[in-house]
Structure formats: structure tokens, C-alpha cells
């Protein structure tokens, strides 16, 4: 007795182009199956969803007219006894253009019916609208069957047979009895796509005919890898709503092949329960190919479990799976023994797992079963050394050197498992390079773990992954050995001046030869303004370069000059500006977020040090005017402080979809929140701001912050 799930039959009331929800781990990072030939086989997408559903019409479209062009192109090669190429028979079949290649009349008279009966089964014909002044479509339809009645080649009467069928169907002119009358013509050995084109025609016009039962189990006959328009069969299945439909349904079948088809058709809708499917399927055909089929959509479907996003929610019943696959007795094990020990992999039951690796290992020791018993191996791995190392690689070398489509998802998998190890060993550098395997950002880079790649690569090579990693990343990176010297190239040159400038190390950054040294500054990372980011209006002609020289210069008068107002002055601005806060942030890193920072530490030291040569300046400086400007820029710096301070740590996927971490600002989104500013004030901030205001109230500059500076204004409203 085959069960009807009741909650599934009413979804099929729900339409084909309703919204879809939630994810359906449609890019998978990690898949290690082999793919299969039967129709949607390797498409584990909610099949209801509007852009599935078109990306799959899309295709059939695509293909069914290669196909066409190509019957096309061996049809007219007997005719001109010359082979033309697919462009020009696209011209003469679908364009309606070069008839005049066309030497058998027969043939011409056909294309020229096809253009002639073409708007009336399109809206648009090659972007031309429909012509007000019409042939009425009974007269195309006898003539389409007239001249199938006459003395002309099988292969366009079979053509003729399709459009007046079409045209009838299309038009409600009741295209069953011209299919009823010339459906011998489909008798024929030969194979075309025109064949699958009737038959979905002739199941569309009997559910149009109100015979629904009738049409979706004709439409059931096109779920074969050999039809070409296969996914008809499911799109219209929705049209089985109620529990009478099916049980007409499935009593129409002579086979137990059909009808265990017609339960996968039903068990291909998002809501079906996939373990009750298969004890349907099981009951008839316990060998039946429709249950490897669902097996290898669940198993498809699970492997999100790979996937380390936590976005993707993961509900899979795996146990319900292994408890029921645990009964099942096939003549075929392999697909259930493959589901099993995926499952128990992902329960953590790898001595199960295996087992059934091992058994699997002997029974078909294919690429797939290879695979898994690799998968099987990583994860029972507790720590690295050279020696794991070296295994692995001569495992995942002889995997890779099968080609196949799980090849490239087994090495990138294979070094998240490293990157975890060598996590738990706090081998930072080989964390780093595993989690950036198939593409290094710069902007992963700080400066020690680019120090630390620049000597792994000059370094000789302990193992066979040591090798791998070295030779990815010269690829990627663009690393040249030139008298036994590894040289970087410019992106590298450039990260590593960036980083040295972010970390304060001028002198060393000035001495690296590169083309990023003579980029322009965009504004004067010396000179400071009231705005937040102190930037002017007007492009600077300061050079990265001479910027560096300029810095380094101020810092050796200081050495010997530390009281100097103007130097101290100069020099707390460069490094303030250097910060996030600042106008000339973008030297310092690959990769600017315009709404927070990468790394806490640095930027406390750059605006921590800002505060600490301001503070001089201030304590040597004359003029009033002048140690008002200090005072406000000695503001700006705390109110940066305390943005750092209270900064909250975030994560998000860049690149690669590798976490980074970075620091959000609390006061980014509400400069004028009061509560932002009254945590500034409870926790000791502002003295600056309060010294601006009791000892250069009298200034004009202090007159012009009050003007322009909100931050200013909303402290001391709060206060």
C-alpha cells in the first residue's frame, strides 16, 4: 500500500513562481560525489524557486537548439551535399534568412511555413511584433496536415506533425485528434528531439482537456536522461492536488518502473518526506533505480554539512536516515553503504564510518569511495607533523591525479582540516597559509605573518606540503627566484610598505624599491582641519615617498630637538592621520573599511602617540590661537580613543568566505545620540574638550570649532 503524504499533495496547490524561502545550499563549497546522468540528479536546489526554474529553462533552451541546428545541419547535408556550418543554419532555420542556399523545394516550402506559423505561437519572433493582417491558424493547421499527406521525406513529416499539433494546442483547436490521427509518424527508429517536443504537447493538451491524471502520467514518460525536455515531467506535476488525483495517478502504470517514477516526481517537491519516498519506492522495487536516485539527492543534500558558514541552518535527519538505511537489503549495496557512511561521519561515528570505508574500499574501489575513505582519514587525525604531512599530500596528490569533479573541492577541504591542526599546534603561519590556500588577500597580511611568509618561502622545505603551499603561493603571488633570491613582485612590495607605514616603521619603508613609493598622496597627511577626517578640499603633491622622507626627517630633529612646538606638532598629525580617524589611513591599509578597523592594537598606538607628541607641542607652544588648534586635535584624539576602546568585535566573510575579524564603532550611526556621548562623559572622557572651553573660550579658533564641530556642541549639551 503505498503511503500518500497529505501534507506534500496540498503544497501542490502552492504556485510554481511563489517566493522561496530560506536557504537551499545551492552553492555548497564542498561536494564529493560523483555526478549522475538522470535528470535532476546533481541539482539539489528547491526546484520550486523561480530562478531554479529558469536557470533549468534556460539550458533546455540552449541545448534543444544546438540539438535542433545539428539534425538540421545532417538533414540538409543530403540535400546540398555539402556540410554547412551551425551559424548559417541558424540564419536559415531561425531567422528565416539564406532560404536561397536551400535547393529542394520540399525543404523550402517547410521553412517557410515555420516562419509563417511562428508568431502565432510566440508573443515576439526574433524581436518582431506580430503582423495586424494574419492567416487564421485552421488554414496553417490544414496546411501543415496537408502536406503531411503528400509524398515528401519522413523527416519533415514528422516536423509538420509537431507544428500543427503545436499550433493546435496552443490555439484550443483540438489538437488530441490530430495527435490520435498521425501519432504513427512517431513510430519511426529514428531519433530526434522532435519526438520529446510531442510528447510534451500531447500531455499539455490532454491536462488543457481537462484529463489531468492522463497528462502528468504522459508527462511522466519525458523524466529520462535521454529526453530532452526531461524537467517538463516535474513542472507539471503540481497539477496532482488531491488525494484522488494520485491514487488515479498511480493506478495508470502497467510497470512498477513507472509507477515507483511517478512516486520520485512527488518526492522532488521541497516538502516531500524523502525517508517515506523510499519505503514507497522500496515496497514496489526494492531494486529499483529511483531509489538510488532519491538516496543520492538526500546525500547530495547533506553535504552542507562541509560548509563552515553558519548561516546554513543544518536539519538534515541524518540519524532517521541511518536507522532506516540500517534495514534496506539491495541486490546493489554501493549507494547505501556510500549514504551510511557519510552519515556516520557526520554523527562522529568514525569507527562505523570506517568500517564501511573499508568494505566499500573492496567492494567498488572507485574515485568516490576513495574519496570518502580520505575524508574518513582526516578527520580521525589528531595532531600534524612532517610525517602526517607527508600522507596526506601522497593521498591527495594520487586523488587529485583522477580527474573528476570532486577534485578540487577534496585539496581545498583537505586544508581546512590542516588549518585546524595547525590552529591546536599554534602554528600561526601554516594556519594562515591553509585558510588562504586558493587566494591570498593582501589584505590578510599583518606584518608578521608576511615576514613570516617571505621567510617560509626562502626557507627549504620540511615536507611534501611545505612544497605544495610554496609553490601555490609563488603562483598566486608572483614570486620569482633569481639568483637563488626569491623576489616579490609589486603587490607584495607595495602590502609590505602599506604595513610597515601602519605600524610607524618609516625608515624601513622607504627603503623598499617600488612603484607604489612615487604614488601621490591624496591629501597632506601633515596638515590637520576642524572636520572629523581632516580633509581639505584640494588635492597635495606629496609622493608616498616624499611623505616617508619627510616623516623620518621630523623624527631626527625630534631625536636631537625634542621640544620643537612645530615638529611635534607635525609629526602628532602624520601619525593621527595615519590612523582610521584620520585623512591618510588608506596608506596604511590594503583593504579600508569606512565603518570599522582591523586591528585595536595599532590604532591605540598611533593615536595614543598622537596624544603623547601633542601633549609637548602644547606644553612648549606661545601663541593662544595655536594652542587652541592643539587643544582641539588633543580633543579629536580622545574622542578617538574612546571610539577604540569601546569598539565592538565583529566577524564577516571576505574573500573566499574567510572570516576576518574587525572592530565596529559604536558612535559610526549616531554622532548625535545623547546616550552615546553620556557614556564618554561617565567614563572620563572630554578633558579636552573642557580645557578648550575654560582656557580658550577668548579665541577665534575656539569660535570657529563651536561653529563647525557637532561633536563639539553635542558634548556639551550632554554635559
Not at 496536415?145 to 519533415?156: A, S, V
Not at 524537467?231 to 515507483?260: C, G, M, R, V
Not at 523510499?278 to 514496489?284: G, V
Amino acid at each position: 500500500m503505498i503511503k500518500v503524504i497529505l501534507i506534500l499533495l496540498l503544497s501542490f496547490n502552492i504556485s510554481l513562481f511563489s517566493c522561496a524561502s530560506g536557504w537551499d545550499y545551492s552553492d555548497k563549497s564542498f561536494v564529493f560525489l560523483k555526478q549522475r546522468e538522470l535528470p535532476f540528479s546533481n541539482l539539489d536546489k528547491n526546484l520550486n524557486s523561480p530562478s531554479v526554474y529558469n536557470d533549468i529553462n534556460y539550458k533546455y533552451k540552449t541545448t534543444a537548439k544546438k540539438i535542433n541546428l545539428k539534425e538540421w545541419q545532417a538533414y540538409l547535408k543530403k540535400d546540398l551535399k555539402e556540410n554547412l556550418d551551425l551559424d548559417t543554419i541558424e540564419q536559415i532555420v531561425y531567422k528565416g534568412k539564406e532560404l536561397s542556399l536551400i535547393k529542394n523545394l520540399n525543404t523550402k516550402k517547410y521553412l517557410q511555413f515555420v516562419h509563417n506559423q511562428e508568431e502565432y505561437v510566440t508573443n515576439y519572433y526574433y524581436g518582431k511584433k506580430q503582423t495586424k493582417e494574419k492567416k487564421k491558424e485552421e488554414l496553417l493547421i490544414n496546411e501543415a496536415i496537408k502536406r503531411i499527406n503528400t509524398n515528401i521525406n519522413p523527416w519533415l513529416k514528422l516536423r509538420y506533425f509537431y507544428l500543427s499539433i503545436r499550433l493546435a494546442h496552443y490555439k484550443k483547436l483540438n489538437p488530441l485528434k490530430i495527435y490520435k490521427e498521425y501519432k504513427y509518424l512517431l513510430n519511426t527508429k529514428q531519433k530526434t528531439i522532435v519526438k520529446d517536443w510531442i510528447q510534451g504537447i500531447y500531455a499539455g493538451a490532454l491536462i488543457k482537456n481537462n484529463n489531468i491524471e492522463k497528462g502528468v502520467y504522459e508527462f511522466s514518460k519525458l523524466f529520462d536522461k535521454n529526453k530532452i525536455n526531461w524537467h517538463l515531467s516535474y513542472y507539471n506535476f503540481h497539477h496532482i492536488k488531491t488525494a484522488k488525483q494520485w491514487n488515479n495517478l498511480i493506478n495508470i502504470p502497467t510497470t512498477d518502473f513507472e509507477k515507483t517514477k511517478l512516486i520520485t516526481l512527488r518526492a522532488l517537491n521541497k516538502n516531500s518526506n524523502i525517508i517515506e519516498e523510499l519505503k514507497n519506492i522500496y515496497e514496489i522495487d526494492k531494486n529499483s533505480i529511483w531509489f538510488d536516485f532519491l538516496l543520492y539527492r538526500a546525500l547530495l543534500d547533506s553535504q552542507h554539512f562541509f560548509d563552515n558558514q553558519d548561516f546554513y541552518v543544518r536539519n538534515f535527519p541524518t540519524q532517521d536516515f541511518i536507522n532506516y538505511l540500517q534495514t534496506i537489503k539491495k541486490d546493489d549495496m554501493y549507494l547505501v553503504s556510500l549514504a551510511l557512511g557519510y552519515f556516520n561521519l557526520y554523527t562522529n561515528n568514525l569507527k562505523k564510518a570506517k568500517n564501511i570505508a573499508s568494505k566499500l574500499l573492496t567492494l567498488r574501489n572507485n574515485h568516490e569511495v576513495q574519496t570518502f575513505n580520505y575524508l574518513v582519514n582526516l578527520y580521525q587525525l589528531k595532531s600534524i607533523d612532517t610525517q602526517v604531512e607527508n600522507d596526506i599530500y601522497s593521498q591527495m596528490i594520487q586523488l587529485s591525479s583522477n580527474t573528476n569533479e570532486c577534485t578540487k573541492a577534496t585539496n581545498d577541504y583537505t586544508f581546512v582540516i590542516l588549518e585546524k591542526l595547525y590552529k591546536k599546534q599554534d602554528n600561526k603561519l601554516k594556519e594562515f597559509l591553509s585558510a588562504n590556500i586558493n587566494y591570498l588577500n593582501n589584505s590578510s597580511f599583518s606584518l608578521q605573518s608576511l615576514n613570516e611568509f617571505n621567510q617560509f618561502i626562502k626557507t627549504k622545505s620540511k615536507s611534501k606540503i611545505d612544497e605544495y603551499l610554496k609553490e601555490r603561493y609563488k603562483e598566486q603571488s608572483k614570486i620569482k627566484k633569481v639568483k637563488d633570491k626569491y623576489l616579490f613582485d609589486e603587490s607584495l612590495k607595495r602590502t609590505k610598505i602599506k604595513l610597515l607605514i601602519n605600524n610607524l616603521q618609516f625608515e624601513k619603508a622607504r627603503k623598499i624599491k617600488s612603484e607604489y613609493l612615487n604614488e601621490i598622496i591624496k591629501f597632506n597627511p601633515f596638515n590637520v582641519s576642524i572636520r572629523g577626517n581632516n580633509r581639505s578640499g584640494k588635492t597635495q603633491t606629496y609622493t608616498i615617498k616624499e611623505f616617508l622622507d619627510k616623516i623620518t626627517q621630523i623624527k631626527k630633529i625630534l631625536k636631537n630637538n625634542p621640544n620643537s612646538v612645530m615638529d611635534n606638532y607635525l609629526y602628532a598629525n602624520a601619525i593621527y592621520n595615519l590612523s582610521y580617524f584620520g585623512n591618510s589611513n588608506k596608506i596604511t591599509t590594503e583593504y579600508r573599511s569606512v565603518y570599522s578597523f582591523r586591528n585595536k592594537k595599532l590604532e591605540l598606538q598611533k593615536v595614543n602617540n598622537s596624544i603623547k607628541y601633542y601633549e609637548k607641542a602644547l606644553k612648549y607652544s606661545k601663541k593662544d590661537e595655536f594652542k587652541a588648534k592643539i587643544t582641539y586635535m588633543l580633543a579629536k584624539s580622545e574622542l578617538a580613543l574612546f571610539d577604540i576602546n569601546f569598539s565592538e568585535k565583529s566577524k564577516y566573510h571576505y574573500f573566499n568566505t574567510k572570516e576576518i575579524s574587525s572592530y565596529d564603532l559604536k558612535r559610526q550611526w549616531s554622532y548625535t545620540k545623547n546616550k552615546v556621548y553620556n557614556n564618554y562623559i561617565n567614563n572620563n572622557y572630554g578633558k579636552y574638550f573642557d580645557k578648550l572651553k575654560d582656557e580658550y573660550s577668548n579665541t577665534k579658533y575656539y569660535e570657529e570649532v563651536l561653529k563647525e564641530c557637532a561633536n563639539l556642541r553635542v558634548y556639551q549639551k550632554s554635559k
